[in-house]
């Protein structure tokens, strides 16, 4: 059994207009250059898979825009068919800081329907886990508007694929990216057949968002875990938040399919996040994720790709995914893990161990 690869050269072509970091030019004093969400860190991202020759381990699997039905199960009409004329005319914002240009209605189709191609390749077996390489991202992405660059909400527009059309039942989320999932917590908000996990900085991006208060509503209640980490937090923590509050919650909940989305703008040279993760963490949470697939769920695994904004070192935290996922060892060092391991702060601390009991309370409830 293989992975699964999604790529599509049109995902780097969807234009997020000029900004300074995400700020916009307003004609004040913040000089406008390239948007923080750019092609670059998923272009090199590629590149290395192919440079160190993993990429001839990986199963491409085809991206295919997802149906105007698709979307629908997720996003309201109104904004669906707002996002579509301003791309057919000269691009629009999709809300919150969420900029496109012409011809961004469909790579964003293409974005969401390449995580639900990888999905239906985990669930017809063709592969064993897959990884979606897509842009734009879509975690924060709401059903009424875009938010955070996302346009159309992929991993929760594809779980609900599985779920609408492939016959699943239960289905975890567990988002690593370090900004709150705040798009995939609302999609399922009120559902218990969903359990959303979201792992972030404490009140980075969206503000006021993703509180360990936040656990659900309704039926849902309770199938809600936010675990904000304190700002710096680094593999330590990530590790003990895993262990101790994802993987008990996974193991209460049973799912039968776990997506990641997966940004990694965790790591310690992030422009728009302020932890210290670095390409062990990913390593390290990937392979927990898979033990816990392996155990629950015959190894049904899909990730999607969300932020991450460092273009020299997105391409290795991506390697060490990829190298758990397809078992394979490139023989490629992270060149920058020996100056980030003389760093401090790779620890688990009091103050952040405060935060994921709290969080672990939460998993325990979990049925
Ligand atoms: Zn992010």
Same mark, same amino acid.
């Given at each position: *059994? ?14 997020? =207009? ?18 923080? &969400?750019?092609? &670059? ?8 898979? $192919?440079?160190?020759?993993? %990429? ?7 991206? !295919? *825009? ?15 068919? !707002? ?41 017809? !077996? ?8 897509? =842009? ?33 039942? !239960?289905?975890?989320?567990? $988002? ?25 900085q404490d ?11 936040? =656990? ?14 304190p700002p710096g ?18 193991? =209460?909940?049973?799912?039968?399919? #776990? ?15 302020r932890q ?8 390290? *949470?990937?392979?927990?994720? *898979? ?30 995914? %990829? ?9 490629? &060092? ?6 980030? %391991?003389?760093?401090?702060?790779? $620890? ?6 405060? #935060?994921?009991?709290?969080?672990? &309370? ?6």
């Open positions: *059994m293989t992975t699964g690869f999604v790529f599509h050269e049109r995902y780097l072509w969807h234009d997020t =207009r000029s900004a300074a970091l995400w700020m916009p030019w307003d004609g004040g004093y913040a000089q406008p250059g390239e948007h923080a &969400e750019n092609a &670059e860190t998923k272009r090199r991202f590629r590149n290395l898979l $192919d440079v160190t020759e993993l %990429m001839d381990h990986l199963v491409s699997i085809k991206p !295919r *825009m997802a149906t105007e039905d698709e979307i629908l199960r997720f996003h309201t009409r109104d904004y669906h068919d !707002r996002i579509k004329r301003e791309s057919a005319e000269n691009g629009g914002n999709g809300g919150e800081t969420t900029p496109f240009g012409p011809g961004s209605y469909e790579i964003a189709l293409l974005s969401a329907g390449g995580t639900i191609a990888a999905t239906d390749a985990v669930l017809d !077996r063709a592969v064993r886990n897959a990884y979606a390489l897509v =842009r734009p991202p879509g975690h924060h992405a709401e059903a009424d508007r875009g938010r955070g660059f996302c346009l159309f909400g992929n991993v929760a527009i594809a779980a609900m694929h599985a779920r609408a059309a492939r016959g699943v039942g !239960r289905v975890a989320t567990v $988002d690593w990216d370090v900004h709150h999932g705040n798009g995939t917590q609302k999609a399922f908000y009120d559902n218990a057949d969903v359990l959303t996990i979201s792992i972030h009140n980075n991006y969206p503000a006021y968002s993703g509180g360990l208060e936040e =656990r659900g509503e309704g039926k849902g209640e309770g199938y809600n875990i936010n675990i904000p980490l937090a680094g593999h330590g923590a990530y590790v003990a938040a895993f262990e101790r509050v994802v993987l008990p919650a996974l193991e =209460r909940f049973k799912p039968e399919l #776990i997506f990641v989305p997966s940004g990694f703008d965790g790591s310690v040279y992030d422009p728009l996040g210290m993760a670095h390409s062990g963490t990913y390593r390290a *949470m990937t392979q927990l994720i *898979m033990q816990a697939a392996q155990t629950l769920c015959d190894g049904r695994l899909v990730l999607s790709h969300e932020g991450g904004y460092s273009a020299a070192y997105v391409p290795f935290c991506g390697l060490a995914v %990829m190298e758990e996922l397809t078992g394979v060892a490139s023989g490629v &060092e992270d060149p920058f893990l020996r100056p980030i %391991m003389a760093m401090t702060g790779h $620890d688990l601390y009091p103050h952040q161990e405060t #935060i994921i009991a709290v969080a672990a &309370e939460l998993a325990a409830q979990v049925s």
